[in-house]
């Protein structure tokens, strides 16, 4: 079973300013790892994800996420937000085996405010 | 760019009611999801559905809860009598390779 820890329930940062939102997984089995992005009223979209080979994997919007699997940590980083990152972001893990572990597991969320 | 689509965008129903979410899946993927977001908890896994039947279900997913692909290109989610607390958001999703595509989700409301 798979488990995910976001640290932050919410982090406010000023524009320009360069963030990051911490994740932390836990799993009995090797895991890709994903961050989703959910701007106000709309649904849920793909930041950027971790399958295998080099641990720094860099998304849209300018969004990068280091794998540390001695820490079992993927936490997502931008050097310089916008207004428009404002929104809610999602840590999930499913299981690289085929089968039953194709599902999500999610975090609780960060909900990200950037000021002006 | 292909999107999973979602109807209605709210629904509005009362408590013993039933339910049907609507979605139209990416039309080569083949494995389809639901998935609902309490206001302010966690996404939550319902249901995963491959090759016309039902491949994995979470313990939320009791017998209130069915799916069903009835054309070959909506995937329903039926719940038979709505209580309170099934108010939430519920987000469908289709999977190609390792990334699953999330339609924008309806917002039931049960009252």
């Known amino acids: 079973a798979q488990s995910v820890t976001q640290l932050d329930s919410q982090v406010p940062v000023f524009e320009e300013a360069p963030v990051e939102l911490r994740c932390n997984y836990s799993?009995?089995?090797?895991?890709?790892l994903f961050w989703y992005v959910q701007y106000p009223n709309q649904g849920l979209q793909l930041l950027l994800k971790?399958?295998?080979?080099s641990t720094l994997v860099k998304g849209i919007n300018g969004f990068e996420a280091e794998f540390n699997k001695s820490q079992t940590s993927f936490h997502l980083r931008k050097p310089s937000v916008h207004i428009s990152d404002t929104a809610e972001y999602f840590c999930a893990v499913r299981g690289m085996m085929a089968g039953n572990n194709r599902k999500l597991i999610w975090g609780l969320g960060t909900s990200l405010a950037v000021n002006p | 760019e292909p999107e999973v689509t979602q109807t209605p965008s709210h629904q509005v129903t009362q408590m013993g009611q039933e339910v049907i979410l609507r979605c139209v899946p990416i039309s080569n993927h083949l494995y389809f999801y639901w998935y609902r977001q309490i206001l302010g908890q966690k996404v939550e896994f319902l249901v995963s559905?491959?090759?016309?039947?039902?491949?994995?279900k979470s313990e939320i997913f009791d017998d209130q809860f069915s799916v069903e692909r009835p054309d070959g290109s909506n995937f329903t989610l039926k719940i038979r009598s709505t209580k309170l607390e099934d108010s939430a958001m519920y987000f469908c999703?289709?999977?190609?390779?390792?990334?699953?595509?999330f339609g924008p989700g309806t917002r039931l409301t049960v009252t």
């Open positions: 559905f491959y090759n016309n039947e039902i491949s994995e």
């Open positions: 971790y399958l295998s080979g």
């Open positions: 999703a289709s999977l190609r390779d390792t990334e699953q595509y």
């Open positions: 799993s009995s089995v090797s895991v890709y």
